[in-house]
Structure formats: structure tokens, C-alpha cells
């Protein structure tokens, strides 16, 4: 069966069986209420050239076809996930159920998540969530190519009830990611200041996240269409190479200083439009790095194992994680600029705990 779902540039692998996860706190074992910490930072990420670093193979592991769970023997709905397809660094499983019967699992910290009987429409600023929105920077001829407003782009600073998912609070953002330019590549995207809860990379099993592609406003440019706008400027290759025309994910755990933690998740929006699914990522399966002057030196799980989570940063990316700019010599600002829109909506992001 065709593969959902394809690894990009850096390793995550998402599958659980647990159910969503709670209003942002952690549960060991019962998920309590998420103290404030300090102030999330509201600075946006760098716009200078992205790293180098290769990117994961995006063959999957496990091609089989997804195949639905047991049905529950009682009359009461419960959450669930349907088998996985496991990828190089990560898993992804369809949800049933979605929203219902849902509790924060044992062991488990909630960056983001509704369980039963959790706060509606939460304040994400209370969570310590911060977004950012260069789109509407007042350059009329930056964002030319852009599908909708500037607006459009905005990060909400309170969640909404999913119709989708049994009306759990979910965050909803058209992440936008640049083609060609390396300024401001990132246009938009969001992060939460965790530091307060003090947690480790190596007190993580795994990084759980329930996510959904929404078609309305995903817009994606094939690879053939970029081969085609870009032909005067780089090889057909090197567009193969950068991109795939699918959802890219970018989902960086930072230190707060040179230290990170970072997966690109590859979602194909056509054979997963309108649906939630659970991306599971062994935290051993993350690309770890430290970052000084724009040069990534590798790092392991057991180099960063000490090392407490300061902020969660996510952004819309390329497969490759990177821009052509570096490719086209000379730069000219008349290089067209081209834009991979991704209308995405996340029900828990989660830490299953060692």
C-alpha cells in the first residue's frame, strides 16, 4: 500500500496507544494543573541560513497498510489508534474515536492537550505559548505569492473546540515555510517556554503528537512546478533533493542557548486530508546538535541527557529543512519567491516519560 506518510530531513517517529494528552501539565502518575512558568520567549527563530545537516531517509522501515484496532467490546467509545506504519525515525497511526474517553496516560507531560473534563477554549499565553507572524512585516512584494492575508497567518493566543475531534481544544495555524530566501524563512510559527517544569532530554521515551492536515488552506507547489520556476537557477536535482511537495513538520526541543533537539515530520496531505493521527518519535531518534555561529556540531542522546528543555518550537519546513538560496550564486532579490502553506491542527503534544 502506498506509504501515508514519509520521514524528512531529521528523525522522529510518533506512535501511542495512550489517549490525548491533558491541559498542559504533567502526570505521574495523575496529570495535575500546569503551573505558569517564566514568560515564553517571544523572540521569532533565526532567518539565517539553515544547517546543512543531511536529511533522514524517507523511506519507511514498514510499508504495511494500516489496519484498524479491535473494536472496544463495551457500548462506550473509547480513543484509539489503528496500527502504525513505521517510518525510518517515527511512526504515524490514524485515530477513532477521536476525543472521546480520553485521560492523561501514566507517566506523561502535556506540552499542549484537552483530556476529559479539561478547560475549554484555553489561554494559550497562560500556557506560556508564543507565535509569531512575519507575514504581516507591511512588505507588500515579500509575501506577493501568499494564497490568503496576512492575517491568515496570525498564531491565536487561545485554543478552539475541534467539531473533528469531539470538540477537544485544539491549536490551529497555516504554518507558512519560504522556498527560495532565507530571510524570514520561517514566516510564521509558535513555541512554548517549558523550562519551569524542568525536564530533561533524557527523561524521555518519547515525543507524542496527535496532529490533522486540514485541505482547506494547505496549498503546496509540486516539485515539478518548482523545477519549472526555478529552472534559470538551480538544477532539477537540487529542487528533488529540497523538497517532496508534502506537509513538512519542524519540531525543535531548544536549551535555551546552543543545545537542540529537532524532527522534520512528513505528512502526505492528500492521503491524510481532514484526518488525526498520532506521529510517534523515540527521542533516540531525534537529531541532536549543538549551534554556534551558524555551524552544527552532532551531539547524542547521551551528550544531552542532562541537559533540562528550556522551549518547544514548531514551524512549517522543507523536506531538507533548508532554502535554495544557498545554492543560487549569485543572490538577487529577483529570485522568485514561492510558499509551502500547511493548515494544521494539534490535539497533544506530549512527553511519554522514562
Request: net charge negative; glycine share 6%; charged share 15%.
Amino acid at each position: 500500500m502506498q506509504s501515508l506518510i514519509k520521514t524528512c530531513a531529521l528523525p522522529i517517529v510518533l506512535l501511542s496507544l495512550t489517549a490525548c494528552g491533558g491541559g498542559g501539565g504533567d502526570s505521574k502518575p495523575a496529570p495535575s494543573p500546569v503551573p505558569s512558568s517564566a514568560a515564553a520567549s517571544s523572540v521569532a527563530p533565526s532567518s539565517t541560513p539553515a544547517s546543512s545537516v543531511a536529511a533522514s531517509s524517507i523511506a519507511p522501515v514498514s510499508s504495511s497498510a494500516l489496519s484498524s484496532s479491535t473494536a472496544s467490546s463495551t457500548a462506550v467509545l473509547t480513543e484509539s489508534t489503528n496500527t502504525p506504519v513505521t517510518y525510518t525515525n517515527y511512526s504515524v497511526a490514524t485515530i477513532d474515536n477521536c476525543g472521546q474517553g480520553i485521560a492523561a496516560g501514566d507517566k506523561t507531560f502535556a506540552i499542549f492537550a484537552d483530556y476529559d473534563g479539561g478547560a475549554q477554549n484555553q489561554s494559550l499565553a497562560t500556557l506560556n505559548f508564543s507565535g509569531w507572524n512575519h507575514t504581516t512585516n507591511g512588505s507588500t512584494s515579500e509575501w506577493a505569492n501568499l494564497k490568503k492575508a496576512g492575517t491568515t497567518y496570525n498564531f491565536s493566543t487561545t485554543a478552539n473546540a475541534a467539531d473533528s475531534c469531539n470538540g477537544v481544544d485544539s491549536i490551529n495555524i497555516v504554518l507558512v515555510k519560504k522556498i527560495a530566501d532565507w530571510d524570514r524563512q520561517h514566516s510564521n510559527g509558535f513555541e512554548r517556554n517549558i523550562l519551569a517544569h524542568g525536564y530533561k532530554f533524557g527523561d524521555i521515551e518519547n515525543l507524542v503528537v496527535d496532529i490533522k492536515v486540514n485541505s482547506a488552506n494547505t496549498s503546496i507547489p509540486s516539485v515539478a512546478s518548482l523545477k519549472t520556476t526555478y529552472a534559470s537557477y538551480v538544477s532539477a536535482a537540487t529542487v528533488d533533493a529540497l523538497d517532496e511537495g508534502k506537509v513538512n513538520v519542524d519540531i525543535t526541543l531548544h536549551d535555551g542557548a546552543n543545545l537542540f533537539g529537532k524532527i522534520i515530520v512528513q505528512l502526505d496531505q492528500e492521503a491524510l486530508k481532514d484526518q488525526w493521527v498520532r506521529v510517534t518519535v523515540p527521542m533516540s531518534k531525534v537529531n541532536f546538535y549543538q549551534e554556534i555561529n551558524y555551524n552544527r556540531t552532532t551531539k547524542t542522546l547521551a551528550d544531552m541527557s542532562n541537559v533540562v528543555i528550556q522551549r518547544m518550537l514548531i514551524v512549517g519546513e522543507t523536506k531538507k529543512g533548508t532554502v535554495l538560496r544557498g545554492d543560487i550564486n549569485p543572490w538577487s532579490t529577483s529570485v522568485p519567491e514561492t510558499f509551502k502553506e500547511m493548515d494544521l491542527s494539534f490535539k497533544k503534544i506530549e512527553f511519554q516519560l522514562k
